[in-house]
């Protein structure tokens, strides 16, 4: 009898196991092995990535099969912006890893071969009740910019050349737009530095990617000429499209929402962070010194202290409400040349970048 109840149980333990075996691999399991079943060919994915309760973020993200690639990104708010990158790509495992000018990589889990996962900075996953999620498209978007550029500019017998410190890719320059006032800038620098023809001179322009035929080099359309950089060249490491946080003068745009006008005002409210944690700013009526601790996306303001000046009207409101935005802040973020001030979800200031460092 007991015999029996044995071999009955072995009986039902091997059919269990039989069905599971079954079970498991008729599951499809969106996982993916190797880079080429992502992007055989240019790849366009789009998804929101707005965190609960925050205005809309979109991200447009395209991948070349020559690993490069180009990000938009887009806030609903204030007004609909967008911002633009670019850089390189490399998969390893399930990994999309994102190199650029920021100081933390982009990264991405791969789901399939349609589908791509915003990852944390550190790589973790995101808890959310969102997925945070890249879907590709069915179309490719080249995300043509305008997208702000630093790269070696010269002078060669089919034209000028721009060679992309971010991605290493050579581009035309087209004569359109700003494409003549460049030319004209870097012989003036070619003279002025005695520098023997066709020399690479670093530049940062603002310019829209013009594809062209296959047998074509790629152009650019130069729309605003920002710097000559005569006496560098690209960095070992990927050179910042963006503002660096710490050093450049931050010019106030708009505080708790509404909107200040700089060019109107002969010297605006402006910050700079400098090193060792030590800010310098003015209020557009005072001077003000404090501390800063920085830390990721992390950043707070502390022990202020200010010139006593008399502010009436608008600088005196101007100059409580940018104490009141510094005393509140826990967080910033970039968003191309332009820095935001924030307190949980909610934007207290948004600044513009004004010089180069």
């Known amino acids: 009898m007991l015999n029996s109840v044995r071999y009955a149980?072995?009986?039902?333990?091997?059919?269990?196991?039989?069905?599971?075996?079954v079970a498991c691999s008729s599951m499809r399991i969106p996982m993916l092995s190797t880079p080429s079943a992502v992007v055989e060919h240019a790849s366009t994915f789009r998804g929101e990535v707005s965190?609960?309760?925050?205005?809309e973020r979109w991200l447009t993200l395209t991948l070349f099969p020559?690993?490069?690639?180009?990000?938009?990104?887009?806030?609903?708010q204030?007004?609909?912006?967008?911002?633009?990158?670019?850089?390189?790509?490399?998969?390893?495992?399930q990994r999309l890893r994102l190199q650029s000018g920021r100081e933390r990589s982009r990264q991405f889990f791969l789901?399939?071969?349609?589908?791509?996962?915003?990852?944390?900075?550190?790589?973790?996953?995101?808890?959310?009740i969102r997925q945070y999620e890249l879907i590709r498209q069915k179309k490719v978007d080249e995300l043509l910019g305008p997208i702000r550029v630093s790269g070696l500019y010269r002078m060669t017998v089919h034209g000028p050349r721009l060679q992309e410190c971010l991605t290493a890719k050579e581009f035309a320059v087209a004569k359109e737009g700003f494409g003549e006032e460049l030319a004209r800038q870097y012989a003036v620098q070619q003279r002025i530095l005695n520098?023997?023809?066709?020399?690479?001179?670093?530049?940062?322009?603002?310019?829209?990617?013009?594809?062209?035929?296959?047998?074509?080099?790629?152009?650019?359309?130069?729309?605003?000429?920002?710097?000559?950089w005569p006496s560098r060249t690209c960095p070992s490491?990927?050179?910042?499209?963006?503002?660096?946080?710490?050093?450049?003068?931050?010019?106030?745009?708009?505080?708790?929402?509404?909107?200040?006008?700089?060019a109107r005002v002969d010297k605006p409210a402006h910050l700079r962070l400098m090193g060792q944690g030590r800010l310098q700013a003015y209020s557009g009526c005072n001077t003000i010194q404090a501390r800063y601790v920085q830390a990721s996306e992390n950043l707070r303001f502390s022990q202020f202290v200010s010139t006593r000046m008399a502010c009436h009207g608008k600088a005196a409101d101007v100059e409580q409400s940018l104490l009141s935005v510094l005393r509140n802040t826990t967080?910033?973020?970039m968003r191309g040349n332009q820095l935001w001030l924030i307190q949980g979800d909610k934007t207290l200031a948004r600044l513009l970048a004004d010089d180069m460092y």
């Open 111 to 128: 789901v399939g071969t349609d589908r791509l996962q915003l990852r944390a900075d550190n790589g973790r996953h995101i808890r959310s």
């Open 237 to 262: 490491m990927p050179m910042s499209p963006s503002q660096p946080l710490l050093l450049t003068r931050w010019v106030v745009a708009e505080l708790n929402g509404k909107k200040l006008d700089p």
């Open 78 to 93: 204030p007004s609909n912006e967008s911002f633009y990158e670019s850089g390189t790509w490399q998969i390893k495992g």
């Open 331 to 333: 967080q910033y973020e």
């Open 195 to 228: 520098l023997p023809v066709a020399t690479p001179v670093l530049v940062t322009v603002t310019a829209e990617y013009a594809p062209q035929k296959a047998d074509q080099l790629d152009a650019l359309n130069i729309h605003l000429l920002d710097r000559f």
């Open 66 to 76: 020559d690993k490069t690639y180009r990000l938009a990104e887009r806030f609903s």
């Open 51 to 55: 965190c609960p309760s925050c205005s």
């Open 9 to 21: 149980i072995r009986i039902l333990l091997s059919l269990s196991l039989s069905a599971l075996l």
